[in-house]
């Protein structure tokens, strides 16, 4: 099952540039985290946000969360080519040993 | 910080054979643990909940018959693909929650199996 969707599915920009991406999900949720994937290879554990959050910074990237909407962004800065990835949102809902479960992920593309 | 292992990280069978995927957490114990199944240029999709000394939990549309999960200890899940097609190739990805840690904390993902049927 998948919680709900991202926006865009894909994103190509300029270095330098800033890279926005959205999620949404349906349920209530104890957290929500950002993943990164690189192209064949395992998640990289970005930021994690409370739902007593509103945002939340590390680095370059900055997250948004609206409970009221049930949304999230990430907002990556000053992008690099070694930003060139899969993103993903994932939830964490409030029952104990439930999974994360994900979005369908923004495909991101930083060229030189 | 808490590792997840999975072991192989790659592995090609023939149609028909089984293949055994382990997952490991290193430094922690794991009560539950998670199989998530991703096809190329998708995203995870969450196979079965494992909880040691139990039964797993599969989600709608997974074949628990097929997709056999054990989890035998505090710290070990395998997942054992049987009779496997060519359709069940895919990066299969592991995951564990911290015993020591209540809902709300992160879990930690293994590096994923690449597996293939050829």
């Known amino acids: 099952s998948q919680q709900g969707e991202e926006d865009p599915q894909a994103l190509s920009i300029q270095e330098g540039e800033n890279a926005t991406m959205n999620c949404s999900y349906k349920t209530s949720i104890n957290n929500l985290q950002w993943y990164r994937q690189n192209s064949g290879r395992g998640l990289v554990h970005l930021i994690l946000i409370r739902s007593n959050e509103r945002e939340k910074h590390s680095g370059r990237l900055r997250v948004t969360l609206d409970t009221s909407k049930k949304s999230s962004s990430l907002l990556i800065t000053a992008s690099r080519a070694a930003d060139t990835a899969s993103y993903f949102c994932a939830t964490d809902g409030y029952q104990a040993g439930t999974a994360l479960i994900f979005g369908k992920g923004t495909t991101l593309s930083v060229s030189s | 910080g808490a590792v997840v292992s999975q072991h192989p990280s790659w592995v090609i069978c023939k149609s028909g054979t089984s293949v055994k995927i382990e997952c490991r957490s290193l430094d922690f114990q794991a009560t539950t643990m998670f199989w998530y199944r991703q096809f190329p240029k998708q995203s995870l999709m969450l196979m079965a909940t494992s909880n040691e000394g139990s039964k797993a939990t599969y989600e709608q549309g997974v074949e628990k018959d097929k997709f056999l999960i054990n989890h035998a200890s505090l710290t070990l899940s395998t997942l054992t693909v049987t009779s496997a097609h060519p359709e069940d190739s895919s990066f299969y990805i592991c995951?564990?929650?911290?015993?020591?840690?209540?809902?709300?904390?992160?879990?930690?993902f293994g590096p994923g199996t690449r597996l293939t049927v050829t």
């Open positions: 995951s564990a929650r911290d015993r020591g840690k209540a809902a709300g904390y992160e879990q930690y």
